[in-house]
């Protein structure tokens, strides 16, 4: 029987691999979490930077205690973290606090206290986030901020050509679909390669992509993809398609929190964010990122008469879960209490935790690739290379009622559906030592 100490060392992390970050941060005793560290809230730098010490993604005694902040069902192990972030209890908290305060002041607090109070919170996410509050408006999730950005877009003209690919989300492949047909403009698609193996490969395909379609005016970007967890090079990408005149919206769902993320630094002049997934605030609070110089781009929303030269003009919610707002700050606390530069490592080890070990199952097809800049803490595989959906769904059901391992198949690859294993802060390395023995028992 295999010990978990052997597990780690076979896989290949006795030691933590470090990882390039493209951020400044500085280091800070943070109250929360003992021996956590603090980011400098400025805007990313970039250029070489310091490395994360070794051993600080395999303390298991530092982990264990991260861990015990979150309250997990004994139900499953679930290694599905990328579908939405649970609360740390010190956020749940927070949150009921703040659901009890907006329940017991109700419409009079709504009134006359609430505005201010958000307004101070914007500032200090697009602080984070090293862009200006104007830049940014709260929405309900990413998706809704990407709608918006994509069917208010107003520089289509008909004949041109809008393109996305096949990993993009498909609600967003959607829409798209529908701004080109209200615009009687064309849709083209692109394949990403399959695993990738440079971010160069991908590079090279969205510019044969474009070349090919010289018409195009907006690019839809994925910078970490939700089907098999590969990460673009956004910034190459994007200074590729406005080099061709080309505008690019950016579904930043997966990336805040996850992975290091510069969002101004993409050169993109619209980016869609979420807050509930990896940031781990409560359920329903995402992002919408306008550049400045590309508000013209975007028509207000549906009859909207706020100023033009305002973002709040182009995402119209209605009424907000006011509690989901006001508890942002305690989920970026918590984050910043572990450190930015901890969790990104540390979840990386755990995804690598169980890939390295899978690669050596025969019948066992990783679709994500192991460079640093490619991935994060999410990657999918394929079992003796079915790719029929019921097939994977079938997989993924087996998975948990005879393994109790929790996944998701995903859909809409050129390749093929695939299942997706995503841990997150809760998860241990025994978890991921379960779904390899699982996988080693399915696939025989």
Not at 27 to 52: F, K, N, S
Not at 125 to 151: D, K, M, Y
């Amino acid at each position: 029987m295999t010990t978990r100490r052997q597990f780690i060392r076979r896989a290949g992390l006795g030691t933590a691999a470090a990882l390039a970050l493209p951020h400044a941060l500085g280091r800070a005793a943070a109250a929360g979490v003992p021996g956590a560290q603090t980011p400098v809230l400025t805007r990313p730098e970039h250029g070489a930077l310091p490395r994360l010490a070794p051993g600080s993604a395999y303390d298991e005694d530092y982990w264990e205690k991260v861990a015990a902040q979150y309250d997990i069902t004994d139900k499953v192990t679930n290694l599905e973290g990328g579908y939405w972030g649970m609360m740390a209890r010190p956020v749940l908290e927070a949150f009921h606090s703040n659901t009890e305060r907006i329940n017991r002041e109700n419409s009079y607090y709504a009134r006359t206290r609430f505005d201010k109070e958000a307004m101070a919170i914007r500032e200090r996410v697009a602080a984070t986030l090293g862009v200006e509050a104007g830049e940014l408006a709260f929405s309900r999730n990413a998706t809704e901020a990407l709608q918006a950005l994509i069917g208010q877009y107003n520089r289509l003209e008909p004949g041109e050509t809008v393109m996305y690919a096949d990993l993009d989300y498909p609600a967003m492949q959607n829409a798209m679909n529908a701004l080109a047909a209200r615009r009687r403009a064309s849709v083209r698609t692109l394949v990403i390669p399959e695993p990738a193996e440079s971010a160069g490969q991908i590079v090279d395909a969205y510019r044969a992509a474009l070349d090919a379609h010289p018409k195009t005016r907006l690019l839809l970007l994925t910078h970490v993809n939700n089907k098999t967890g590969l990460v673009h090079p956004v910034r190459e990408i994007t200074a590729l398609a406005r080099s061709r005149g080309v505008d690019v919206i950016v579904d930043a769902a997966h990336s805040w929190g996850h992975v290091p993320l510069d969002v101004s630094g993409f050169g993109a002049d619209y980016v869609g964010l979420n807050l509930h997934k990896w940031i781990g605030a409560p359920l329903g609070v995402g992002a919408m990122y306008i550049r400045s110089s590309g508000l013209g781009g975007i028509d207000r929303a549906h009859g909207d008469t706020g100023s033009l030269d305002a973002i709040d003009s182009r995402l119209h919610t209605g009424t907000m879960n006011f509690a989901t707002i006001l508890t942002i700050p305690a989920a970026l606390d918590f984050q910043e209490s572990v450190g930015w530069v901890n969790k990104f490592t540390r979840i990386r080890y755990l995804r690598d935790l169980w890939v390295q070990e899978a690669r050596k199952i025969e019948g066992v097809y990783i679709l994500t690739p192991d460079h640093d800049d490619l991935v994060g803490a999410i990657s999918s595989f394929r079992l003796h290379g079915e790719g029929g959906a019921e097939a994977n769904r079938a997989l993924v059901r087996r998975l948990v009622d005879e393994f109790g391992v929790f996944t998701v198949a995903r859909s809409g690859i050129a390749g093929g559906d695939c299942v997706r294993v995503t841990p997150a802060l809760y998860n241990l390395p025994r978890d991921l030592e379960k779904l390899v023995g699982a996988l080693r028992e399915v696939a025989a």
